[in-house]
């Protein structure tokens, strides 16, 4: 298992967030991101095989940090915890939902897109979220506007962001880390261009310097 950082925020500058369809391409893609220099992985829970993708991964390349993202039911909190997820994310945040999380004793980041869904997360003492969807919630200058009158949160923005705006949201004092889906393009996916994957990650982990 990897050192765990004491905030997830500060894990990596880009969290690579992936969709795994073919269970075999889970353990070479984390390996992929891990030797690009990004130990950590969101791998959403959007296909049939990311339970067993998250096992696989969390038993096999025990140098990256496995979260599991897209946690909308309660239950699926308990079976990414389960499948061995360090941690969750969830695109948005409802009471039960909080709760779910809460009770693995896992670490969290709840998905919010408004500043009262922020401050309803911040008065159950979580001071980590998600942003989402971030650009269409209003990016990076929503984010810049609210750092001074809830400077206690802070981000990790994910939704249609790319290598080349990612800088403008890893600049701003609240965010931590930014969530990445272009790392992992279906192309070199099918194409198991690992290489590929890998040259990718190290130019994300490069935002980080």
């Not at 309660?74 to 939902?97: E, I, N, R, Y």
Request: charged share 15%; glycine share 10%.
């Amino acid at each position: 298992m990897p050192s765990s950082p004491e905030s997830l925020l500060d894990a990596v500058p880009v969290m690579p967030v992936v969709v795994v369809h073919d269970l075999a391409d889970a353990v070479p893609i984390a390996r992929a991101l891990v030797a690009g220099g990004l130990p950590a992985i969101e791998l959403t829970l959007r296909t049939p095989v990311a339970l067993d993708a998250i096992a696989a991964i969390a038993a096999e390349v025990p140098e990256i940090l496995v979260g599991a993202g897209t946690i909308v039911t309660p239950g699926q909190a308990k079976q990414a915890q389960d499948a061995g997820a360090q941690f969750l994310v969830s695109p948005g945040a409802t009471p039960s939902l909080l709760a779910a999380m809460t009770d693995t004793g896992l670490r969290f980041l709840p998905g919010t897109a408004t500043v009262s869904e922020v401050l309803a997360v911040l008065e159950l003492g979580v001071t980590e979220m998600k942003f989402f969807p971030a650009e269409a919630s209003g990016g990076a200058p929503f984010l810049s506007s609210i750092a001074s009158p809830v400077p206690a949160a802070r981000f990790c923005p994910t939704g249609g962001i790319t290598a080349t705006s990612a800088p403008r949201y890893l600049a701003l004092p609240n965010v931590g880390c930014v969530g990445g889906s272009w790392l992992t393009p279906s192309d070199l996916v099918a194409a198991g261009d690992w290489a590929g994957i890998e040259s990718l990650a190290r130019e994300a982990a490069a935002l980080g310097d």
